[in-house]
C-alpha cells in the first residue's frame, strides 16, 4: 500500500509528508508549487483511482461553536434541567454506594482548550495524565478557557464551597489539548487527541467543538 502511495504522490508531484502515530494507515500528503492543482482536486483524484479507501482535503477551520461561562451552582440552568439534585445521593442512596450518580472513578477525557491543571475546584479530579495533540507531548497546555469550562461542567468538585459543581462531581478529568484553530494537519490533530485519550484510559470522550464538515480521519478515530 504504501507503494502504490509513494507511486501516486509521484505521479502527482505531491509530497509525503508522514504517517499518523495512532492510526498508522493514514499518510499525510502536501501539495508543492509543481503540483498544478490544489488540495480538493489531488484528494478528488486519489479517492478516483479507487486505490484508496479514502482521500480527503485538510479543510481549515474554528472549531468552537460557543463558550460556556456559567461560575455558580444556581445559575447552572442545564443541571436544574436535568433533575439533577434527584439523582445524586443522598437521595437516592442505592445507587450512591456504588457512586453510579456521580461517575465515582470513571474518567472522561476532555478534548479542547486543555484544563488548567491547577483549578481549585477541579484540581482534586484531575487524572494524573494528559496529552497535548499540538505538540505530541506530556502535560497538556492551555490554549484558552474553553476547556476548562467544559470540564467543570462535567466534573467540578461538589460541595467544597468553591465555584461551580459538575454533573459527574467523583469522576477523573483527562486534559487533552488542541488549539481548535485553523492550522495545518488540525484534524488529524483533534483525531490524535481521540485515539490517544482512549489509549491511555479515558471511558469518555467530551468533544465540545464541531467540524464543518465530515471528516473521515476523525470519524476513525471515534469508531
Not at 486519489?46 to 460556556?68: H, K, N, S, V
Not at 485553523?182 to 484534524?187: A, C, D, E, M, R
Request: proline share 5%.
Amino acid at each position: 500500500a504504501t507503494t502504490v502511495l509513494k507511486r501516486k504522490a509521484i505521479e502527482t508531484k505531491t509530497e509525503i509528508v508522514g504517517t499518523n502515530q495512532f492510526m498508522p494507515l493514514w499518510h499525510v500528503l502536501t501539495v508543492t508549487p509543481t503540483t498544478g492543482r490544489n488540495a480538493i482536486e489531488v484528494a478528488n483524484y486519489m479517492l478516483e483511482t479507487g486505490l484508496f479507501q479514502y482521500a480527503e482535503p485538510e479543510l481549515m477551520e474554528d472549531a468552537l461553536i460557543e463558550r460556556a461561562n456559567d461560575y455558580y451552582f444556581n445559575k447552572q440552568w442545564g443541571m436544574e434541567a436535568i433533575n439533577i439534585c434527584n439523582i445524586w445521593p443522598p437521595t437516592n442512596p442505592w445507587q450512591a454506594i456504588y457512586g453510579q450518580t456521580e461517575g465515582k472513578d470513571v474518567i472522561v477525557a476532555i478534548v479542547d482548550h486543555g484544563i488548567d491543571l491547577e483549578h481549585p475546584d477541579l484540581r482534586e479530579n484531575l487524572y494524573p495524565v494528559s496529552y497535548d495533540t499540538e505538540t505530541n507531548s506530556s502535560p497538556s497546555r492551555l490554549y484558552g478557557s474553553h476547556g476548562t469550562a467544559c470540564a467543570g461542567i462535567v466534573g467540578a468538585v461538589r460541595n467544597n464551597n468553591i465555584g461551580i459543581a459538575g454533573v459527574a462531581p467523583k469522576c477523573k478529568l483527562m486534559s487533552v489539548s488542541n488549539s481548535l484553530r485553523s492550522t495545518p494537519l488540525s484534524q488529524m490533530k483533534r483525531a490524535d487527541g481521540i485515539s490517544w485519550a482512549w489509549r491511555n484510559g479515558a471511558e469518555v470522550i467530551s468533544n465540545s467543538w464541531r467540524s464543518g464538515t465530515r471528516h473521515a480521519v476523525i470519524d476513525e478515530a471515534v469508531n
